[in-house]
């Protein structure tokens, strides 16, 4: 019954159905009668026709199906249809991390593939995220809520949407729609990781966002002057040097679809954020550590460009590089990636009265551990200092080229040692 409702009344499809069968049927006579020795033109001309009737009339057949699937976006099918077979043949890519930093650098990977995992930290405990978390015993959406709106594809109202966050005084103040959202998403499903899929349809994003872990997890500091601060929030805001950070409970697992990823990736990026509070929660998850150690993709730390205050004051890339390496292992790393382009002085004058400055890129230094260091001018300055998300995901392509040719060569000179020896 299903195939007879292309036929209904109102679906403004059966006029092009029947005409396109017309141009068939002249199609079919024009071919006999251009077999013919005396109506070969007349043939060729009643084909010609039909042909055009055919394409006319699949044409009118498309576009009264698009219009009702992507209302006003019409006129875009072919860049829709061409950027999604495109991107899907784009190379497989995950991002670590979490806050404004991880977002701002899938805004530019989303224009070179579609197979993207963003594997989220859930260890915020401050703002909106923080009291939803407390409050309905949920991990922390406000992260992973960036992600999604960074990766949709919807259209711009719909992010915005989500991003919205209420200022009235009352039970809703400081939350955001799109926290709010996953929560009841959450309660509907009965379970979280469903509901950030389902949200993930709604929004239409160009990959997939996964929580890093499921278990609810707080964050523990221990300070060179010997004092401990728990929580994200107090981390971030302490004034004493960090010198080890840990994950409370100890032993969390990674979620399945976070492994998974990592185990098929063709490249890994950590970062850019908060080196103790955003990228070092994933990587104290000792099983994601272990299948990064393992993993054989490039595995590249995309540095900050800017010291954050509190956190990381002093700190250059190497130190950064070293803190991810004293907290893990030396191999959970392969590139390193460090901005050496310059910044306006009156962008690092009001950057410098909050006390953050650039992070030094002693690449020499990183390149005696044993990384292979890319040193660029990645840095897009506008009222705040962000990497340049195209310049960033450009050099990740040619990262991953660089590494798929060096694992053909390496195949075809195991090939040729085997054939020599046999």
């Known amino acids: 019954m299903g195939l007879f409702k292309w036929l209904y009344p109102g679906m403004r499809l059966k006029r092009w159905i029947f005409l396109c069968s017309f141009g068939v049927i002249l199609c079919s006579m024009g071919f006999v009668l251009a077999i013919t020795e005396t109506q070969k033109t007349s043939g060729s001309l009643i084909v010609l026709l039909g042909v055009g009737v055919v394409t006319v009339s699949i044409r009118k057949i498309i576009k009264s199906v698009v219009t009702v699937l992507l209302p006003q976006r019409e006129n875009e099918l072919v860049n829709i249809m061409y950027q999604k077979r495109y991107l899907e043949r784009g190379p497989r890519i995950v991002a670590i991390g979490g806050g404004s930093g991880l977002a701002v650098l899938l805004h530019g990977l989303k224009e070179v593939t579609s197979n993207i995992t963003a594997v989220v930290t ?21 992260d992973i809520r960036n992600c999604l709106v960074a990766l949709a594809d919807a259209e711009p109202l719909m992010s915005d949407l989500f991003q919205f966050r209420f200022k009235e005084s009352g039970e809703f103040e400081g939350h955001s729609f799109g926290n ?22 709604i929004l239409a994003i160009r990959g997939r966002v996964v929580p890093s872990t499921l278990k609810r997890v707080t964050l523990l500091a221990h300070h060179r002057d010997g004092t401990q601060t728990e929580g994200e929030t107090n981390i971030s805001q302490a004034i004493s040097r960090i010198e080890r950070i840990y994950l409370k409970p100890e032993g969390c697992a990674a979620t399945d679809d976070a492994l998974e990823a990592i185990q098929n990736a063709d490249a890994v990026i950590i970062g850019p954020g908060s080196l103790y509070t955003s990228i070092l929660p994933n990587l104290l998850i000792e099983d994601l550590s272990t299948a990064l150690a393992n993993s054989r993709a490039p595995k590249i730390y ?19 590089v070293n803190a991810i390496v004293e907290h893990t292992r030396p191999d959970v790393l392969s590139h390193v990636i460090v901005n050496t382009g310059e910044i306006p002085q009156n962008i690092l004058k009001k950057y410098a009265r909050l006390q953050a400055h650039p992070v030094t890129a002693d690449a020499a230094k990183l390149k005696n551990l044993g990384y292979t260091v890319i040193d660029a001018n990645i840095v897009h300055c506008a009222d705040t200092v962000r990497h340049n998300s195209r310049r960033v995901s450009k050099i990740i392509m040619d990262i991953i080229s660089a590494s798929k040719k060096k694992s053909l060569d390496e195949r075809k000179r195991k090939r040729a040692v085997y054939a020599k020896s046999r």
């Open 122 to 142: 859930v260890a915020d405990d401050g703002g909106s995220s923080g009291r939803l978390r407390s409050q309905f015993n949920i991990p922390p959406p406000g």
């Open 302 to 320: 995309l540095c900050n460009v800017m010291t954050q205050p509190h956190e990381t004051d002093g700190l250059t890339a190497f130190d950064h």
């Open 180 to 201: 709010l959202f996953i929560l009841a998403m959450s309660k509907v499903t009965g379970d979280f990781e469903k509901a950030i899929k389902e949200s993930s349809k």
